[in-house]
């Protein structure tokens, strides 16, 4: 038998709330997480990018809607004493790289060109679901980005650098093909606010560590690994958000005050004229996190009938001609008396065929056409 | 965004055909490390290259992804694999499944698949986004069809090797993001059964370690008149003696893993822990069940422990295994093999490849191959293939010269490797100078050359049953044996690291610099001197001269300069 009519079924907890569940207009939550720098004494950079990761995991955003991007390895490095780890903190107390990572980008894979393809989705067509950026119109994204970085540039890998204005335009491009409803970006690099100071696109919403013509600092070295861990901005950022959770109502303006200069040596920047809305009523979990919103029906919905069932083999009334064998792994009777391949034909070369054009013309020009039948 | 609740009455079952077995074997090493070996095997009768109506829509112990991978690509046989580290042949032994370092893929196709590039491509882009490795680096430039190499596993009588892609990427790194995909193709996940054991931290903490998924048709009982589709999953590690063990040859499962067993999977037709007991160590919880096995040429005596049996697991419902063991019997490997790139400076090099074939009165036939890169232009009129200080010619020999940036270089030969003998084949080669943009953001760490694959039938010291039965363990059933008196083996050289002539990068801008610089002063300079007028322009004097001047000035007196 089978069911055609079908009942959906929804209980909404608070039901005083629902004039509040659709006031942010966003459906779905994607976050861009990209660490730009290589080698091993960037490992602070890798260290930030995945404290980011497992916050945004923590606080809902699958796998799916997440496109991590890491220019070196530094949990399975050579250099790692502790390998498949990445700590965050110097008492080695937090393994932000845990044991459930999907990395999208990695290595050499990280590039300008690479970046910016994600975000405007100009990808080509053989790219697999994870490694692309599938929001629409009403995603929410967080864009994070770490690395080295100067006035106005970005450094990709220690060999190109992405700039403002090029990032600005990409912006503009979601905006025009309609990628995303809100975008948060937050930058942690030397001169960070350098970067958002050329946006125009609207609903866009940035935070930088550091002002123009300051640096950010990292924040401890661990004597066992041998580098800096984490960055000041990005380490005071975690400690933050592993105070939210998915029901948190702590909106942007606790943000803006994450490490303020007392504890970051450099001033953290936002700017928030391109929002439409106002930060004080935008939850952290816009962005960081992806509640879900449902929406109840109480209409009936037809369903098609359903799959039939693969017809069953007729099992042991046919009789195979012959039985099957495993090929032989080293032939060498057959292998030594293996013939030579047969080359396809290709028509003769452009060069073979030029120079007995010109052996052609040169004889009939001597010879002339009206001499031909004497030779024929 | 709405969210449906469904309730569908399941129709009428069908008999399940597929089946799970897992399985861990734990073998001591002779050098005080100890190699532990995870297969996972998903049978399934079907077939995924049917269209139509009885195309595969259900799945259940087989994972979708790569369900839907075989059809759509019409593959027939899919091995892939991720190592970190190398396999030391010298301390080790053989392993049972060997792979190269790096990643290594290598397909065979259908025979109705007509344009077999284009699938190879889009099907390494999709194999890089199931696990999260950079396969997408897989193109013509490392892609080479072997002539005799890599002859199908599985069942079929394919042997036109214009169906069969291999490529091998020696910088792939693999760490938890590959194995995270990697557990989620198990029917468990990394919940229940021997999959627990996988924690990343000690996995990786190793000498060696290995990650495989083969796909391949197989024979679906002993009459092989129907074709079943097998997929298994391997995981090879060599834990260290030294890091780990303290000195003592001493370990324990929860040593070892940080974990102990606390129930099989329960979608596993069979879950077992052999332990290589054939040098007698001490092991503890004892067994009555022992099993032997003839595996690489040489019958092994295991004890096994069968997790689908309560009683293994104890009062305390955990399994935990004890291993001490002394003394230390060498298996010399009969056949193993190094390479390395010999020469100086930036310009030239020669790669010597040895093959040691270590038995004491047989000879026995390898076959060589060797994929260089297109940038590593080899000089085959230098090739010398040399055993015991004479000329040994091989017989047969199957190269492709390479096209830069198009196909790399191919060279397969079949040796006769003299009894207890040392071969070296050497080849010369030249470096070429890439464009600047070809350069990887770290050039100076070096450019990678794939692993030579040496594939050998080595003589067995114990015969070898060519029956196929599906009781026999997991381990020792991978390679299919045609013959009693040899075994087939597979060894993997060392990948080379070369370093090609590196452009200063920093040269563009220096001249650019310069340029400019030499431009602004010199013409510059001169410009200014001959169009510009020069006038002295007197500055305001000081108040005080002011002030004297006018006085000056009504006494009618010269002014001050």
């Given at each position: 038998t089978d069911y055609n009519d079908l009942y959906c079924l929804f209980t909404l907890v608070q039901f005083t709330k629902a004039g509040q569940f659709f006031s942010s207009g966003h459906t779905n939550n994607w976050a861009v997480l990209v660490c730009t720098s290589r080698f091993w004494f960037n490992y602070r950079h890798v260290a930030n990018t995945l404290s980011v990761y497992r916050s945004v995991k923590r606080l809902g955003i699958p796998d799916s809607h997440i496109v991590l991007m890491l220019a070196d390895d530094m949990a399975c490095n050579y250099r790692n004493p502790k390998p498949a780890t990445v700590f965050s903190h110097k008492n080695m107390e937090l393994n932000v790289y845990g044991d459930d990572v999907e990395v999208d980008y990695r290595g050499y894979e990280v590039t300008v060109e690479n970046f910016l393809r994600v975000l405007t989705g100009?990808?080509?067509?053989?790219?697999?679901?994870?490694?692309?950026?599938?929001?629409?119109?009403r995603s929410n994204i967080l864009i994070y980005l770490t690395g080295h970085g100067g006035n106005g540039f970005l450094k990709f890998q220690d060999s190109e650098e992405i700039s403002n204005m090029e990032l600005a335009d990409a912006f503009e491009q979601m905006w025009q093909k309609r990628r995303y409803n809100e975008l948060l970006f937050i930058i942690d690099t030397c001169q960070g606010a350098s970067m958002y100071e050329r946006f125009y696109s609207p609903n866009l919403m940035a935070l930088a560590s550091s002002q123009v013509g300051e640096d950010s600092l990292s924040h401890q070295p661990d004597l066992a690994i041998g580098v800096h861990l984490m960055d000041k901005y990005t380490f005071y950022l975690l400690e933050f958000l592993e105070e939210v959770h998915p029901a948190s109502q702590a909106n942007m303006n606790d943000l803006f005050k994450v490490c303020p200069q007392s504890q970051c040596v450099s001033t953290p920047g936002h700017r928030t004229d391109l929002f439409q809305r106002d930060p004080g009523s935008v939850l952290i979990t816009d962005f960081f996190g992806s509640v879900r919103k449902v929406e109840i029906t109480k209409d009936t919905i037809n369903l098609t009938s359903p799959v039939e069932p693969p017809i069953q083999r007729s099992g042991s009334g046919d009789i195979q001609i012959e039985s099957l064998t495993y090929v032989d792994q080293l032939p060498v009777a057959e292998i030594i008396h293996q013939k030579p391949k047969q080359k396809d034909w290709h028509p003769p070369d452009g060069f073979i065929l030029g120079l007995w054009t010109l052996i052609l013309l040169v004889f009939f020009q001597t010879y002339g056409i009206k001499h031909l039948k004497h030779i024929f | 965004m709405h969210c449906k609740s469904l309730w569908i009455k399941a129709s009428a079952k069908s008999p399940a055909k597929d089946q799970f077995q897992e399985e861990l074997v734990i073998r001591p090493l002779h050098s005080g490390d100890i190699y532990a070996s995870f297969q996972f095997r998903t049978l399934w009768d079907t077939d995924f290259l049917q269209e139509g109506q009885k195309k595969v829509s259900h799945y259940r112990l087989f994972p979708k992804s790569l369900g839907q991978v075989l059809s759509k690509f019409s593959v027939q046989e899919l091995h892939i694999s991720f190592t970190q580290g190398f396999w030391r042949t010298m301390q080790w032994g053989q392993p049972f499944i060997p792979s190269p370092p790096g990643a290594e893929l290598w397909v065979w196709f259908h025979h109705t698949v007509s344009d077999v590039d284009g699938n190879w491509k889009e099907l390494t882009n999709v194999l890089s986004g199931i696990f999260c490795a950079s396969l997408n680096f897989i193109d013509m430039t490392n892609t080479v069809q072997p002539s005799a190499s890599f002859k199908p596993l599985g069942l079929g009588n394919a042997t036109d090797h214009r169906f069969l892609r291999y490529a091998t990427l020696p910088r792939e790194i693999v760490c938890t993001e590959n194995l995270t995909p990697w557990k989620k193709l198990l029917p468990c996940g990394s919940k229940a059964g021997l999959a627990v054991l996988m924690k990343s931290e000690k996995l990786f903490h190793s000498s060696f370690h290995s990650q495989a998924v083969h796909i391949r048709p197989i024979c679906q009982d002993e009459q092989c008149t129907s074709k079943a589709w097998e997929l298994r999953q391997t995981l090879n590690v060599v834990f260290d003696h030294y890091t780990s063990g303290q000195g003592k040859k001493e370990w324990s499962l929860f040593k070892m893993f940080s974990r102990t067993l606390t129930e099989a999977c329960p979608l596993a037709s069979s879950s077992k822990v052999y332990v290589d007991i054939t040098d007698n160590p001490e092991l503890s919880p004892a067994t009555p069940l022992l099993s032997q096995a003839v595996v690489l040429g040489d019958r092994r005596t295991y004890s096994v422990y069968d997790l689908t049996r309560a009683e293994t697991f104890g009062q305390l419902r955990s399994f935990n295994l004890l291993l001490r063991w002394k003394g230390d019997n060498m298996l010399r490997p009969l056949l193993h093999a190094e390479r390395y790139v010999a020469g100086f400076g930036l310009q030239t090099g020669e790669i010597h490849t040895v093959i040691y074939n270590n038995h004491p009165y047989r000879a026995f036939p390898v076959l060589l191959m060797d994929s260089v890169p297109w940038y590593l232009q080899l000089y085959i009129h230098t090739l010398t293939v040399t055993s015991k200080s004479r000329d040994n010619k091989p017989s047969y020999i199957h190269y492709q010269p390479a096209k830069d940036r198009h196909r790399p270089h191919l060279l397969e030969m079949l040796i006769q490797l003299p009894p207890h003998s040392m071969t070296e084949v050497t080849v010369q080669f030249e470096r070429a100078l890439l464009k600047w943009t070809e350069y990887t953001p770290d050039p100076n760490h070096g450019f990678y050359v794939g692993s030579s694959v040496i594939s050998a039938l080595v003589p067995s010291m114990v015969a070898m049953s060519t029956n196929f039965t599906q009781d026999q363990p997991l381990f020792s059933s991978f390679v299919p044996v045609k013959e009693e008196s040899s075994y087939f083996v597979r060894v993997y050289t060392e990948p080379l690291l070369v370093n090609l002539p590196t452009p200063d990068f920093s040269m563009p801008y220096n001249v650019i610099c310069l340029t400019c610089t030499v431009v602004a002063v010199g013409y510059g300079s001169f410009y200014n001197l001959l169009t510009r007028t020069f006038q002295v322009d007197e500055p305001s004097p000081p108040l005080a001269k002011r002030l004297a001047n006018f006085i000056r000035r009504i006494r009618g007196v010269p002014l001050l300069a």
């Open positions: 100009r990808l080509p067509p053989s790219t697999p679901r994870s490694k692309r950026l599938l929001s629409d119109d | -």
